[in-house]
Every structure is written in C-alpha cells, then in structure tokens.
C-alpha cells in the first residue's frame, strides 16, 4: 500500500479535457513512485504496451488508496470506492481527469474486458469490512479478485486470451500476492490487516498478541515456512507461463516469476523475521535474476529448495 497525494484529484472533472499524452504521463509517474512496481515499471515492457500497464497500475493504485483512507470511516470508503467504480463504468465516453482519461483509452484501444478492472475494484471493498481471512482457501477467494484480474490484464494486452495461459497466470499471480502478504505481515498489521489465515494462526499456536509484539516466536516460523511452501507451490505450478508467450514478455514474466520466489527464499534466509527488516528485492539481487531468466530452468529452482531443507 502507499499513498497518493491526493486521490479525488485525480478524478476530479478539469475546465479543460486532459490530453492523452497528459493522462498517460501523470499515470506513468504515479507507477513509477511506487515501490511495489518491479512488474509494472520493466523497460522490457515494449513501448507500445507499457503507456496502457500504466494506465491499468494507476486506476489501481488510487483505487488502493482510497480503500486505506485515512480518518475515514469504512462506509466512506466504501461510498468513494463506490464512485470510483461508477466512473470506470462511464471512462471510455465521459472520463474525469487524467487517470481515467488514459484508462478509457487503454478499454478503447485495447479493448480490454471491463470485468477484470471490476473485480479489482472488488477487493478493495472487501478489504475495508474483511481484516481477517479465516481459512488459506478463505484467502485464495480473496487472491481470486485482488490478484488474478492483473495478470489476465496483462495477458489480453499482449493478445494473449485463452483459457490455458489466464489459468497459469492466475496462479502466478495468486502466489506473488501471497509473497507480498508474508513480507508484509508487520506493515499490514499496523494497518489492522491479517492476511495469515486465522485456522493456520491457532494451528501453529500464533495470537495476534504474537504479532503486536514483532518478534518471530517458534510458532510464527513454523506458520510461515507453511505459508510460503504453499506460495512455492502455486509459483512452480504457474512456471510454464513464461514459455508460452513470446517476445520481451517471455522474459518479463520469468523475471517477475523469480523475484517473487527470491522474496520467498530472503524471507526463510531471514529466519521469518519479517518485522525488523521488510524483505524486498535489492540492485544486488538483479543480476542474479537475469542470469536466471536468460538460463531459464523453473524445475531446477524447486529442486535446489527441497534439496536446502
């Protein structure tokens, strides 16, 4: 999560309409501040795809921060995200300021499904009234919404619309949602969020007592190796996504696919201890992962794992 200076202005009607360039840099700025971007800021992005991946990102983005408010009360934040909805309903023939003007280009041009922008929108709402998912299967239906409509936006803006690679990407993308969730245990929960499935916190014997205190207890670890060898799972089940598209995305996906696994292992590295230190990937990391990419062997990431345990 981060912060938009200012959200009702970017949908906000202007005397004059926003010139498409205008909208397209003000949603490529918006990205590129960000810094869970690593997928969407790529300049292995081609230029003709990468002005609409911004356009996606921002209505996201500001749609995220209206979701986190602060000083709002849920039902206000409902009532905006609400807005925000209506307004992606009407982008395309009426839009109101520069993120939504891009945006109705991209539905235009790209003719991208609407649906997926709406399921976007979908999670947001959910996560003003739900802070705590009660099973792993409870938050894959979350996933379902807040993380699988990126990929398969993704996918239609390089033609790619069958139902075999929006499987593959749906997994890839429910697992990085789910990596960004177990490195962000400590931020989330200041935040009054728990992404740890509630069942899975009374099976390893972790309280919330546990986490306001930020200190890794046995149980924790225990919890989250747990967690992230779920997370691996559905990485390694998505792994053959990346050799059924062609181009620079190949090699977009299979970076963004081991970044999200290198998460993964900094997290177990760490010893679990997400509240010290906030895992992330780092310059240092880079190179590693585009000798990976470049020499792409998925099957051998999961093996050298099992052989580390």
Known sequence: MGTFADPAAASSPTPAATSLDDAFACCEALTRSH???????????PARVRPHVYSVYAFARTADDLADEPGLAPGERTRRLDEWDAKLA??????EGPILTALGETIRSQHIPRRHLHDLLHAF??????????????????????????????????SY?????????????????????????????SRGRIYLPQDDMDRFGVTEDDLARGRPTDGFRALLACEIERT????LRGAELPDLVSGRLKYELRLTWLGGLRILDKIRT??????????????????????RALFWNPRACGESRLRSQ
């Open 35 to 45: 810094y869970e971007n690593f997928p969407v800021g790529s300049r292995l992005i």
């Open 90 to 95: 009407s982008c395309t023939v009426a839009p």
């Open 125 to 158: 709402k959910m996560d003003v009234v739900t802070q705590r998912h009660r099973t792993f299967n409870h938050l894959l239906s979350y996933c379902r919404y807040s993380a699988a409509p990126v990929g398969r936006l993704i996918l239609h803006l390089f």
């Open 161 to 189: 619309t069958d139902a075999r690679r929006g499987f593959l990407s749906d997994l890839i993308c429910t697992a990085l949602q789910l990596a960004n969730f177990w490195q962000d245990v400590a931020i989330d929960f």
């Open 232 to 235: 691996r799972v559905l990485f």
């Open 270 to 291: 760490d010893e679990y201890d997400v509240f010290d230190c906030r895992p992330k990937i780092k310059k240092r990391d880079i190179p590693g992962l585009f000798f």
